[in-house]
Structure formats: C-alpha cells, structure tokens
C-alpha cells in the first residue's frame, strides 16, 4: 500500500521570502517521489523527482525538494518566492516495483504575495 | 511539438449519453494514462496503456473504456454517462513506467454530466 498526505491546503508567502511545501508519505518499498505544478486551466508540469542518490534534488524553476527517510517526508523548496509561482502542487508516490501505480496527494495551493 | 494534446476542452452530456474523448501525443511515449482530477481527492487513475495495443484498468475504470490502436493516441470512452463523471479528465504520457518517470499531461477535458 502507498499513500502520501500534503497536510497544507494553503501555503501564503511573501514575494522573496523562502518557501516550503510539505509532504509525506508511506510505501511499503523504496518510494519514488515526484512533486508536480499546476497551473489554472493547465495539465500538470513535472517540476523534480527522487529515485535514489543524493538527498537533496534540483528542480524546474529553481526548486528543490529534501527526501528525509527517517521522517519520510519529501518538502518542497525555494529559497526566494516569485509571484508567478503561485500554483498548485502536487507530490507523489510510487516504490520500486510499484509497477504504473503513482498516488497523488490532494494538492497545496501556494499563493505568493506582492 | 504539441506535446501532449486532448479533445474536447469542453463538453457537457446528459446522463445516459456517450462520449470519447481522445487524446494524442508526438513524443513517441510507449506509457499512456488517463486520470480524473476531484475537488479533494488529488489524481485518480482510470486507464492506462504500456503500448499499442495494450490498456490496463486502473484505481476507478468502472464505468470508461478505454482504446490504444495507434501509439500516439489514447481513446476514453464514457458508454453511459453518470452525473458521478462530472470531472476534470487528464491524459498523460511518459517515456518508461511512470513509476519512475516523469508523466507529460495534457491541458485537460472539464466534463459535466446533467
């Protein structure tokens, strides 16, 4: 079984302020974890992903997501917050041998104030 | 490149009615998916494909079929529509298994089912 939990609905920022959104997850093997952004009226963009290696990945846009496996947690970072990274984010989970099953979570809406 | 392409962008069916919805892709992806997107309830998937000729149900295929006789398109078809169809529908497409690759979506069909 596999499920994740973005515990934030809403995320408010200001404009060049550092920004997090959380998730965390549960798989029952070694998880793959992915974040996605959505954009009003849009698909879903893939913004980074974790597979193996180091802990710290690097991103679209400037992003960068810390995979934590004692605390099984996977957040999502930037160091200074634009106006246009206002948007829907979406973590997901899968796990080696998971086969095509990714979970997504519910979504955090980021809104970055001027 | 189009990328990943859906239609319609917009469709509204009584219950009852019938409707496909197709969905195309130039990136020579082997992996094809369809997703419904909830208020709530982050991505679902009902569908997918690992290659021409080939689909596979998903988390929630009750009530879609679902058509790969070309590589590049994708078919979703609602035999019988139902008011609980009412929803944002995605197509996705990804190079490997989207387990451990990233998916390229569509823009999304928004479906209301009277």
């Known amino acids: 079984a596999q499920s994740v939990a973005q515990p934030e609905d809403q995320v408010n920022v200001a404009e060049g302020n550092p920004l997090t959104v959380k998730c965390t997850y549960s798989v029952s093997g070694n998880p793959y974890l992915f974040w996605y952004v959505q954009y009003p009226n849009r698909g879903l963009q893939f913004l980074l992903k974790?597979?193996?290696?180091?802990?710290l990945v690097k991103g679209s846009y400037g992003f960068e997501a810390e995979f934590n496996k004692s605390q099984t947690s996977f957040h999502l970072k930037k160091p200074s917050a634009l106006v246009s990274d206002s948007a829907l984010y979406f973590c997901a989970v899968s796990y080696s041998g998971g086969y095509q099953k990714v979970t997504f979570g519910i979504g955090t809406k980021l809104q970055v104030i001027p | 490149n189009a990328g990943v392409t859906q239609t319609p962008k917009f469709r509204v069916l009584k219950t009852g009615q019938s409707m496909t919805l197709l969905c195309a892709q130039d990136m020579n992806h082997e992996y094809m998916y369809w997703y419904r997107q909830d208020p709530g309830m982050g991505l679902r998937l009902i569908h997918y494909?690992?290659?021409?000729?080939?689909?596979a149900k998903g988390e929630v295929p009750d009530g879609y079929n679902v058509s790969r006789l070309k590589k590049q398109n994708f078919l979703l078809g609602l035999e019988s529509a139902a008011p609980s169809q009412t929803s944002v529908y995605f197509c996705?497409?990804?190079?490997?298994?989207?387990?451990?690759?990233?998916?390229?979506f569509g823009p999304g069909t928004r479906l209301t089912v009277t």
């Open positions: 996705a497409s990804s190079y490997g298994g989207a387990y451990s690759y990233e998916q390229y």
């Open positions: 494909s690992v290659g021409e000729g080939t689909t």
């Open positions: 974790y597979i193996t290696g180091d802990n």
